[in-house]
């Protein structure tokens, strides 16, 4: 078995490319097709709500119709077969590593998650959201997709940090690392004297001790074997 006892991943849209879900900075991702401005922001949302909705509906459909890749099923692996710890924190909203048997951590919320902006309230979600949607505990029609929007401070933060400064490996995996605070995590990792390293279709930073460039589908399974020593 592996010498690390506290593995932590980050992983990013590259994960899901390989399942048909866009990711955002690639060639036509989504950021190429919509306005962060218009579609991801707390302002889009009180300005025209109905596109904001729709913009995640038909991503909520894609993510529900999309299956599992071997690379979520090789982290499920992982976390279910290692003899130490391994958080699998996801910058991603779609619901394909639990759907593979992993537990991962939603720093930018899910898909098939709604909120209420009155009560707070939270509930599993599938299908489509409209403004007339209403919040299952207060009755009021103030539905939002339960996702964390440029502007807004991502999701267990302070967990998420007490694992970074406890690791002792940490995997940056199908992410291009632009968006913070999760571009920071590698560093912080680096800092306290983890080993770092990076599976993306290309390289994104120096800082990383090793690196294995290629499809998450093949790097993974692979990575995965060599960390149980299969
Ligand atoms: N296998 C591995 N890596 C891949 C694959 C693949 N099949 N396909 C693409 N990639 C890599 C790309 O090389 C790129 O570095 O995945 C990364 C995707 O980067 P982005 O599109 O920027 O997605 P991500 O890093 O997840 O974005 C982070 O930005 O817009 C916000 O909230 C949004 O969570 C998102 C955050």
């Not at 993510?63 to 890749?69: G, K, L």
């Amino acid at each position: 078995m592996s010498e690390h006892d506290k593995i932590v991943i980050l992983t990013g849209a590259g994960l899901s490319a390989e399942s048909g879900l866009s990711t955002f900075r690639d060639e036509g991702g989504l950021w190429a097709q919509h306005r962060i401005e218009d579609v991801a922001t707390p302002d889009a949302f009180s300005k025209d709500p109905a596109l904001v909705l729709d913009f995640y509906n038909k991503r909520r459909a894609q993510a529900a119709a999309a299956h599992p890749n071997a690379a979520h099923y090789a982290l499920a692996d992982l976390q279910q077969n290692h003899p130490g710890e391994v958080i699998l924190i996801t910058q991603n909203v779609d619901d394909l590593l639990e759907k593979a048997g992993a537990q991962p951590i939603h720093m930018h919320g899910a898909l098939a998650s709604a909120l209420c902006f009155h009560c707070e309230n939270r509930w599993a979600f599938t299908g489509d959201m409209h403004q007339t949607t209403p919040c299952p505990a207060c009755g009021r029609q103030t539905v939002r997709p339960d996702i964390v929007w440029f502007g807004e401070m991502p999701y267990c933060m302070d967990d998420i940090l007490t694992h970074l400064e406890t690791c002792t490996l940490f995997a940056s995996i199908g992410t291009s690392g632009r968006v913070y605070p999760a571009a920071g995590f590698a560093q912080l990792a680096q800092d306290i004297g983890a080993q770092t390293i990076e599976l993306n279709m290309e390289a994104t930073s120096p800082q990383f001790h090793a690196r294995r460039i290629g499809p998450a589908t093949d790097t993974l399974p692979k990575w995965v074997s060599d960390l149980l020593q299969r």
